[in-house]
């Protein structure tokens, strides 16, 4: 049978890259595909505990299933926020989006 | 060895091999489609933890809306066919290290944990996963409340999508 | 149980039997017979594929008012193997700029987002690929998959058309998926369950098609339009963008896509039966104890394809009478009308489902037909009304112009 930490190393692994795809990345699409990865480890954590705790409490699959509907809200406002920027900046390069430094 | 863990294995390696051509993939279009194969692997993986729904749930949702969303925003948001830009910052080391801490120091603290090798509880001969989670979702003594603020959560993020990305001519 | 009752079972005992005796070990042995079973499956549809193409041209034949092939073999039967040979010889191109491996893989992820569909779909209660207590929702997955597979083809082909059929198509598709998801919600708020096999039970002696008539309509034309066939076919018409998605693709890839669509098509025809026409089961004649015979899995296989075949065959008779419409109407016409309506329509049935359940059983059909017939009218009411105000609007302005007043005039 496979032991918990299997499922706990696997997401730490998943969200370990995406957190190096969200600070290395130059690119603001990359970045957002760094955040998901991050999200679908958070979903692996829930889950696996769930299945390896208390099977009767359901919280666990609920959770997951509102982080679903929280990365899929996200994802969508973020890529409109990019698409609006890339029209008027014609970049989306994280470094040029800077009309707030000094 | 058993047959899942030889499945559990094949796609652990798979999902994080996905996961790091993601990261490091120069060309953005197949960095979206290895996202879909990571997805993929975390939807069998799912399978393997008996969360059947969860796992078909992923596909629609993940794969066949936010992968499809990626890809169209890539497609948008370029001037030419192939990216000769540089993909990765110029402190990109900087991240690596964060993350390899960051895999380290999780690892360190859940060892010291007295579950961590916990085995996994038999399911419980007609265990109706789908139908607890469905009563769960709307059961007021449950969590019906946050599932209809998810659904609030929802409807602003299409009203704002839409109008954010709305092309008036 | 013997082979005429059970005939999965058996064959798998048997062979079981012959390769423990070789000195396989036994996880080797069911590892190797569900390979043998899934490429059974797989060839038996494969070669139904084939005939579906000889059927397509022939029903179309008819519906133009000519014969079809008829040259090669009788009935032009041998006509689809001529075809297949043709495009397995014809030039395997790449165009240049092209992305090889995404353009490669992309028929291959078209055909198999089909044919994943059917290990889910019961053939029979004892012959089925799995028995998914999900079975609806995997319909969507494997749609899902066909849509990233069409992405992919537009996009790989380093062609404009390409790139602009793909993404109409994806659109459509992507839209189309909201009502068909809740379409699928009514036969799982009827019988209880999302599972394939007890959706088919729970509609002995009612099927689905008398309690939800409405639903099944809204289901077939969202079903058609994520086929991508007429009338929403806007991304392949030829007239508009040549082909579409597959533009750039020649010889058996051109071939898979084309394979993959028809099959998809009797896919759905399947599906659309299983969900509100009672799948393989005869409208509750074998429960009678004079036909129990009829109860053979054999029989159920037969009474599946057969009613499959008279969903594809109305979806060909969609297809080839319609016109084809504009994607800003195709759009519009699922966001502004159908999703609505699907919604309204998936609460109404689940209330009047717990309402009217345990109550007589001719009061429960007649009223959730009635309801359902009652929603369709209102629902086109609205619509008229709504088209009405827009063409008032448009003919008004027409005849302040006053240029056109004898075109207006002749109109009348």
């Known amino acids: 049978m496979i032991p918990l930490s299997w499922y706990l190393i696997l997401s730490a692994g998943l969200f370990s890259i995406g957190l190096f795809g969200v600070l290395s990345r130059r690119n603001a699409v990359a970045i957002l595909l760094g955040v998901e990865l991050m999200l679908n480890a958070v979903n692996v954590n829930l889950v696996a505990f769930w299945r390896y705790g208390d099977l009767a409490q359901m919280a666990g699959q609920v959770f997951a299933i509102i982080v679903f509907a929280v990365a899929a809200a996200e994802v969508a406002v973020g890529l409109a926020l990019i698409i609006s920027v890339y029209r008027r900046r014609n970049t989306v390069v994280a470094n040029d989006i800077d009309l707030m430094k000094w | ?169 | 149980m013997n082979f005429w009752n059970d005939p999965l079972k058996v064959a798998a005992d048997w062979s079981m039997e012959i390769l423990t005796g070789w000195g396989m070990p036994e996880v080797g042995a069911r590892v190797l017979i569900a390979f043998l079973g899934v490429f059974l499956l797989i060839a038996v549809l494969m070669v139904l594929d084939i005939f579906l193409v000889w059927i397509e041209r022939k029903v179309v034949a008819r519906f133009q008012d000519r014969i079809g092939p008829n040259r090669l073999g009788p009935f032009g039967l041998i006509q689809p193997f001529a075809d297949i040979i043709k495009l397995l010889i014809k030039e395997d191109i790449t165009p240049t700029g092209a992305d090889k491996v995404v353009y490669n893989i992309a028929p291959m992820l078209s055909m198999m987002s089909v044919l994943i569909l059917w290990a889910a779909v019961p053939l029979a209660p004892v012959i089925l690929g799995v028995d998914l207590n999900v079975g609806i929702l995997f319909l969507i997955a494997a749609g899902a998959i066909g849509t990233l597979s069409i992405i992919m083809a537009g996009w790989s082909s380093n062609n404009k058309f390409a790139m602009v059929g793909a993404f109409r198509q994806v659109a459509v598709m992507i839209s189309f998926e909201v009502p068909m998801l809740a379409m699928l919600l009514i036969p799982t708020v009827l019988s209880g369950s999302m599972g394939m096999n007890s959706i088919i039970q729970a509609q002995y002696p009612i099927p689905f098609v008398l309690l939800s008539p409405l639903g099944a309509l809204i289901f077939l034309i969202a079903a058609i339009a994520e086929l991508g066939r007429a009338p929403f076919d806007l991304a392949e018409g030829e007239s508009e963008l040549v082909s579409g998605y597959n533009i750039e693709y020649s010889g058996m890839k051109f071939g898979m896509f084309y394979a993959g669509e028809l099959l998809h098509a009797f896919t759905f025809g399947g599906f659309w039966s299983i969900l509100f026409f009672g799948g393989y089961g005869l409208f509750g004649l074998e429960k009678i104890p004079a036909l129990m015979w009829l109860n053979n899995p054999f029989i159920n296989i037969f009474t599946l394809i057969a009613k499959a075949m008279i969903g594809y065959w109305i979806i060909m008779w969609v297809k080839y009478t319609m016109l084809r419409i504009r994607i800003d109407h195709m759009l519009a016409f699922n966001w502004k009308f159908l999703t609505p309506l699907s919604f309204v329509l998936l609460m109404m049935t689940a209330l009047l489902n717990v309402l009217l359940r345990d109550g007589s059983t001719w009061l429960y059909i007649s009223g959730m037909f009635l309801s359902n017939v009652l929603l369709a009218w209102t629902a086109l009411e609205i619509a008229r009304t709504y088209s009405r105000r827009e063409r008032e609007k448009v003919e008004g302005s027409k005849h302040s112009l006053g240029a056109v007043e004898g075109v207006a005039e002749a109109h009348h």
């Open chain 2, 1 to 169: 060895m058993t047959a899942q863990q030889i499945i559990f294995l094949v796609v652990g390696f798979v999902t994080l091999g996905s996961a790091l051509m993601v990261v490091t993939s120069h060309n953005l279009i197949h960095a979206a489609l290895w996202l879909v194969s990571t997805l993929f692997g975390v939807a069998i993986i799912y399978t393997l933890l008996n969360a059947g729904f969860l796992a078909v749930v992923q596909v629609v949702v993940y794969i066949g809306a936010i992968a499809i969303l990626f890809i169209f925003a890539v497609m948008l948001t370029r001037k030419d066919m192939r990216d000769q830009s540089p993909q990765l910052n110029k402190n990109w080391w900087v991240g690596a290290l964060l993350a390899v801490v960051t895999f380290g120091g999780l690892f360190f603290l859940l060892q010291s944990w007295s579950g961590f090798s916990r085995t996994a509880a038999d399911l419980p001969s007609g265990f109706d996963a789908i139908g607890r989670l469905g009563e769960a979702l709307v059961s007021p003594d449950a969590f019906v409340l946050p599932f209809e603020v998810a659904s609030v959560l929802l409807m602003a993020a299409l009203v704002g999508a839409v109008y954010l990305a709305f092309n008036r001519k």
